[in-house]
C-alpha cells in the first residue's frame, strides 16, 4: 500500500519559516516525481514545488520561487519543502503527491498525480 505522510506545517507570522517533510512508503522512491501542492479554502488546488529524487530536478510555480526550496532524502525515501519569507497568501493545506517518474514535472496538473498524502496545514498570520 502505498502512503505518503506529510507534516510540519503549523502557525507561524508573515516572514517566518517552516519545514515541511513527506514520508513516503509502498512504492519505489526513484520511481516517482514527488508534488507538493496547496489548497486555500475556497481556492483549487494549486502546485508549489515538484522533485524527481532519482534525478534531483526541481521545480517551482513562480509565486514560491526564490523563497522555498525541495529537497529529497532517498535514503528515508522523504521530500522535504523549506519554506521561508512567508506571505498569508502562502497559507493553506499542503500536500505532498507522487505521480511516474515519466511525467513531465512542470505540470502541476493535480489529476495526474497518482497518489496522495492526507495534508498538513499552514497558517501565516499577518
Known amino acids: 500500500e502505498v502512503q505518503l505522510q506529510a507534516s510540519g506545517g503549523g502557525l507561524v507570522q508573515t516572514g517566518g519559516s517552516l519545514n515541511l517533510s513527506c514520508e513516503a512508503s509502498g512504492l519505489t522512491f526513484d520511481d516517482y516525481i514527488i508534488g507538493w501542492f496547496r489548497q486555500a479554502p475556497g481556492k483549487e488546488r494549486e502546485g508549489v514545488s515538484s522533485i524527481s529524487p532519482s534525478e534531483a530536478e526541481t521545480w517551482y510555480a513562480n509565486s514560491v520561487k526564490g523563497r522555498f526550496t525541495v529537497s529529497s532524502d532517498n535514503a528515508k525515501n522523504t521530500v522535504y519543502l523549506q519554506m521561508t519569507a512567508l506571505k498569508p497568501e502562502d497559507s493553506g493545506i499542503y500536500y505532498c503527491?507522487?505521480?511516474?517518474?515519466?511525467?513531465?514535472?512542470?505540470?502541476?496538473?493535480?489529476?495526474?498525480?497518482?497518489?496522495w498524502g492526507q495534508g498538513t496545514l499552514v497558517t501565516v498570520s499577518s
Open positions: 503527491a507522487a505521480v511516474d517518474i515519466d511525467f513531465d514535472l512542470r505540470d502541476f496538473n493535480p489529476d495526474e498525480y497518482d497518489y
